[in-house]
T-cell receptor, first 113, second 115 residues
Framework: GDSVTQMEGPVTLSEEAFLTINCTYTATGYPSLFWYVQYPGEGLQLLLKATKADDKGSNKGFEATYRKETTSFHLEKGSVQVSDSAVYFCALSYSGSARQLTFGSGTQLTVLP | KAGVTQTPRYLIKTRGQQVTLSCSPISGHRSVSWYQQTPGQGLQFLFEYFSETQRNKGNFPGRFSGRQFSNSRSEMNVSTLELGDSALYLC??????????????FGEGSRLTVL
């Protein structure tokens, strides 16, 4: 079946550091890929998405590119802020069942001032 | 615009009991999905309801059930509770219509503890 694998956390960075959170997937078809973020005390929120190979999703300075050849969707940000501290989830779904997301295990990010 | 509202936020039950959780989606959203979040298994899809009909179902036993009302509000029920049902249950709503971008909007969850 389908699965999503994220890098183990927690990740601790200093403010203005470069961030990469690795995400790879195993899929039987051609899924859409997502990054969701969960800030402390809040529900999950969509951060960005990509629906086909080579698409780049971006939002709030975060970027991720859908790489079919390496089955990856790594999340990057050039300069993190304290306010980026949260749990980040990589996920996939198919257009026929778009609300049935398969999630990775989540990566806790802490940014220190 | 109000977000997804889940009630109750916290509850404690004992093994063998049953529980009902409620979810009010964002106004205008017609699809409601439910997820279970545990430290061991992570986030797992339970089921999705659209127009009062279950549209997709995850790999959970029949003790887990749900329904959706005509106003799109949804409930999920877990019968004969087991210790392993202790989890955060998340509800997510989406438009599921012509303007749907596929984005899910999540509530803060109902935390169930089974003793």
């Amino acid at each position: 079946g389908d699965s999503v694998t994220q890098m183990e956390g927690p990740v601790t960075l200093s403010e203005e550091a470069f961030l990469t959170i690795n995400c790879t997937y195993t899929a039987t078809g051609y899924p859409s890929l997502f990054w969701y973020v969960q800030y402390p005390g809040e529900g999950l929120q969509l951060l960005l998405k990509a629906t086909k190979a080579d698409d780049k999703g971006s939002n709030k300075g975060f970027e991720a590119t859908y790489r079919k050849e390496t089955t990856s969707f790594h999340l990057e940000k050039g300069s993190v802020q304290v306010s980026d501290s949260a749990v980040y989830f990589c996920a996939l779904s198919y257009s026929g069942s778009a609300r049935q997301l398969t999630f990775g295990s989540g990566t806790q990010l802490t940014v220190l001032p | 615009k109000a977000g997804v509202t889940q009630t109750p936020r916290y509850l404690i039950k004992t093994r063998g009991q049953q529980v009902t959780l409620s979810c009010s989606p964002i106004s205008g959203h017609r699809s409601v999905s439910w997820y279970q979040q545990t430290p061991g298994q992570g986030l797992q899809f339970l089921f999705e309801y659209f127009s009062e009909t279950q549209r997709n179902k995850g790999n959970f036993p029949g003790r887990f059930s749900g329904r959706q009302f005509s106003n799109s509000r949804s409930e999920m029920n877990v019968s004969t509770l087991e210790l392993g049902d202790s989890a955060l249950y998340l509800c997510a709503s989406s438009l599921a219509g012509g303007a749907d971008t596929g984005e899910l909007f999540f509530g803060e969850g109902s935390r169930l503890t089974v003793l």
